[in-house]
Structures are given as structure tokens and as C-alpha cells.
């Protein structure tokens, strides 16, 4: 699926997703990673959602963002609450949904001007 929203200012903006892959500008990602508005982090997440751990959620925190968006691939899929912990002890919201909608959703709060961080499974092959 592709999206068309423009903005001039340099952010970076999630342009299309599917199977094994997401574009964010003009670079094609076959990985997860995390859009930030300023910057994408790679090899930072695992490719699968069962391989979370607390220490990528603490990674996540670092980034300060206001709101961190988990896609989890293709279904959606909660984390345990054990694992998300660093998220809740410095005051950072967490959404978690399947890649699709964490990529629309991304957009809209990044076009809000938020600190929005999407942490991207990648959709499931």
C-alpha cells in the first residue's frame, strides 16, 4: 500500500509497506527498524515479534520519544508488561498495533508534529 502525503521539512515520511519491506522517503528497508521524524535507527529490533526482550524497549526509551508506535508485523500481538517496563518508568505511551496501521499512524502523529518513534517489525513474509 502506498501513502502521498508531502511535507517539505526534511521528516522522514513512511511512503509504503508490504510483504518484507517498508519505504520511508526514498530508501527501502527489508528489516525492522524505528522511524523517528529526524532519523531511522536499524539493527535495533528483532525480526520477529517472539524475540522481543525488555532491552530493546529500554533502547526504544533512550530515543525519548513522547509515544512509541510497536507495529508486530502482519497480526497484532501484545508485549508482555514485564517487557515494557523502561517505556512506563520515564512516562512514554506505547501503542501497539499490526505494521500497517503502526505505518498510518506514524505519519498522521509525525505530520502532528509529535516525537513519535514507529519501532517496525518487519510484515511478516
Partial sequence: MKFHLQTDDGDNIIRSYGTGQITVNRDVYNTSIIVLPQRVVQDCLPQQFGELS????????????????????RRLHFPPHALTTALMQVSIGLEVMDTAAACRTYNILMGEGRRVAAALLIIDV
Fill in 54 to 73: 525488555a532491552a530493546h524497549f529500554e533502547a526504544l526509551a533512550k530515543l525519548e520519544p513522547e509515544l512509541v508506535i510497536l507495529g508486530t508485523g
